[in-house]
Structures are given as structure tokens and as C-alpha cells.
């Protein structure tokens, strides 16, 4: 096998178009639109690379191998000290976290918003390289850091949800 790297960044790419998950055969279906794995070597990738959780998704059991979800996961985190003063040589990224969100209400208008949001700027992108991220689009990236980051997400729950 030739290209670990290309099928980690590929896989983490559909999982996150797909809303952070996906079942085991769908995503390795998707996966040879472009590459070619068999599903033992993708199964192995998917197993080794911290990048991904396999969870049973127990209401469905009933077709061979349907019952694996695969999602993707990261450690990366939004820095919580960035608000302040000074953090420096910080292991997370500087990024404003409405904008993450997708509902900062600057930046987009007449006032600049205080956060940075630039996903590449040098302090970020040093971080994503490091964790191979630097390839995802925004968005995917976003889906991502939302999906894993738990102090992320109590803001985020829409407050009338059922
Ligand atoms: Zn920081
Ligand atoms: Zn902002």
C-alpha cells in the first residue's frame, strides 16, 4: 500500500463532509472512488491511526459489517487562553470560536472582530501541519474541531432542540 497519508487526509475529508461519521462500508466505498485499498488495509488504517474512532452503532446490526461507524477524531483544540495577553509558543489554535461556530458577528462587516480568523495563519497552520490537517477545507475543519472539542459544544445546542 502505497499512500497511508493520502487515505487518512481522504477519509477525514469525507467524514467530515458527512457530519463527522459514516458507516465502516460506506466510507471505504467512498474511499475507492479515489484510492485503491482493499478493506482489510483500510480496516487496519482505520483501527491504527488515532485520527479515527470505530463506535457500534447497535440499531444496526442486521447487514455483515454495517454495524461499525467510523469517526473522525482529533486532539487539536481552540486555544482557551488566546483571549488574554500573551500566550505564546501555545499548542492550540488562535482562532476566534464564533467563528468556528459559524455565528461571529464580525468580520464580515464594518468591524473587525478581535479574534483572528485566519485558520492559516503561521501559528495556526504550524499546529494543523503537525496534525495533517492543513488539508481540509474551513468548513471540514470546523465540523471537526466542534465534534471533539467538549467545551466547544454546550454553546452551541440550540436550546429548543426536541
Ligand atoms: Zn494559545
Ligand atoms: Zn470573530
Not at 463527522?20 to 483500510?42: A, C, N, Y
Not at 480568523?117 to 497552520?125: A, R
Request: charged content about 30%; hydrophobic content about 30%.
Amino acid at each position: 500500500m502505497s499512500n497511508y497519508a493520502g487515505v487518512i487526509h481522504h477519509a477525514t475529508s469525507i467524514l467530515c463532509s458527512n457530519k463527522g461519521s459514516l458507516d465502516l462500508q460506506q466510507l471505504h466505498r467512498k474511499i475507492l472512488q479515489r484510492v485503491e485499498i482493499t478493506e482489510d488495509d483500510f480496516w487496519y488504517i482505520v483501527k491504527k491511526c488515532s485520527r479515527f474512532v470505530v463506535v457500534r452503532n447497535r440499531e444496526r446490526t442486521d447487514e455483515w459489517g454495517t454495524d461499525c461507524v467510523v469517526v473522525a477524531k482529533t486532539s487539536l483544540r481552540l486555544c482557551r487562553n488566546y483571549t488574554k495577553d500573551g500566550c505564546r509558543d501555545c499548542q492550540e489554535l488562535h482562532l476566534c470560536k464564533y467563528f468556528v461556530y459559524g455565528n461571529c458577528r464580525y468580520g464580515k462587516g464594518r468591524k473587525q472582530c478581535k479574534f483572528s480568523h485566519d485558520v492559516f495563519s503561521e501559528h495556526n497552520y504550524r499546529l494543523l501541519r503537525d496534525c495533517t490537517l492543513h488539508e481540509l477545507h474551513e468548513d471540514e475543519l470546523f465540523l471537526l474541531l466542534l465534534q471533539n472539542d467538549p467545551s466547544l459544544l454546550p454553546e452551541v445546542t440550540p436550546r429548543s432542540s426536541t
